[in-house]
């Protein structure tokens, strides 16, 4: 990747400006045109290292039930039971990972506890399996970016609302959600989302920054394919220790949530994703910041198989937005 490109994708993905023209802004701070800038993420989304530029709705202003599911899988199984799994349309991520027992990781969400545990318990029937349902008791951080530079992932540290208003609350329609999850990738993307609003691009954005402030969005940045950028590892890092909202202000960390434990199945209740471009980046990143938090006993479950796929994630958390 040249030196350029980095410094464009570097740029949409933490300083995306909220501004009629994005991207020329984005062009001026690079040295580059509006024209180039447009044309090479076009470009980015077809080679599949730049996923889109926009924000997401938190599944809480949805009133939807998230959980984190662990399940015991024969290797000879795992492609059919990963496979099983991926037929929940609200799974968002399924990993294999290097621990025992639990080696299948999925997250899925649904309207009720009950629901969640139902549709979990008809795969680990069918198979005959051990599984953990691990929940989302809090969500301190969620968002991941990529720092091309250093090989780390790397965000600013913040600790999200707890209870962030719901869709209703807001009085935004889902259309808008819809409009501004991905961005067009043209001069003036936020068009379309200020008409459905009936309202200025201005005026549209200022409802956007007040969205991500409640916590409802997610800040509205580039989402690159992390494996695509050559960040090839990650690994779930657990601890006993309860110290999410201290994890959530490390800029490594990209997702920190606080679950339930399962007494003698799983006592870890607070756990974080990292990614790197190697296992000795993210050894070396992780054990420093955990040093200075005197968090001493911790575990990486490092991912060994991605069913589920960059794009395929992409779509499933778009078509989610839109149910």
Known sequence: MDTKTVDLLMEVQYNFPLVERPFLAVAERIGASEEWVINRLRE??????????GAILNYRSRGLTAALV????????IEEVAAEVNKDPYVSHNFQRDYKPYNLWFVTKAQTKEELEAKVAAVAKKYGLDYVI??????????????LRKGISWTKGYVMPENPPSVSEAGVPMAFFGKIKSLPLTPEPFKEAAQILGVSVPEALQKIRQLIELGILR????????????????????MRDVKCEE?????ISTHVVLRNTVPGKWEYPCYFMVHGVSRQVIEDYVGEALRKLGVREYKLLYSVRDFLGGREMARRVEKVAED
């Open 44 to 53: 980015a989304v077809v080679e599949g290292v730049l996923k889109r530029i």
């Open 70 to 77: 662990g399940m015991a899988v024969p290797e000879e199984k």
């Open 134 to 147: 691990l929940y989302s008791l809090r969500s301190y951080k969620v968002d991941v970016r990529f720092d």
């Open 219 to 238: 800040d509205l940045h580039a989402t690159l394919d992390g494996e695509k950028a050559g960040f090839r590892e990650n690994a779930m890092v657990v």
């Open 247 to 251: 994890i959530a202000v490390l800029p």
